[in-house]
């Protein structure tokens, strides 16, 4: 059973930090991988992604704040948050995206449906930022 576990999410204050981390399992290999968050009656955002060769795509709405990485021996996602602001409270969600460049990579995650069964993700952690 593929399966992707995300954690780390929480409760900060405006200006605060959060590391998240997302762990695989039942694969052996893995691509493209990412972050999007998602709030009820709100459209997907792609937040981070990671493509198999290291390179990295953000959304505006984050660059400078957000940092993603992976440790692919121990099949884990990284999404490093600073400074964070009320508007990125959501549901934070880790991705698998297939062979695709960390940019294309970006817009699958905002699909509400895989493209492809190298497409999937998890069940989210919640992240809330107070003013």
């Known amino acids: 059973l593929v399966d992707l576990v995300e954690s780390g999410g929480g409760s900060v204050q405006a200006g605060g930090s959060l590391r998240l981390s997302c762990t695989g399992s039942?694969?052996?290999?893995?691509?493209?991988m990412g972050w999007f968050r998602e709030n009820p009656g709100k459209a997907r955002e792609g937040v981070a992604a990671i493509d198999s060769s290291g390179s990295t795509s953000y959304a505006d709405s984050v660059k400078g704040r957000f940092t993603i990485s992976k440790d692919n021996d121990k099949k884990i996602l990284y999404l490093e948050m600073t400074d964070l602001k009320p508007e990125d409270t959501s549901i934070y969600y880790c991705a698998s995206v297939g062979e695709v460049t960390a940019m294309q990579a970006l817009g699958i995650m905002e699909l509400d449906r895989p493209v492809s069964p190298l497409v999937f993700w998890g069940q989210g952690t919640q992240v809330t930022v107070s003013s």
């Open positions: 039942g694969y052996s290999t893995i691509y493209g």
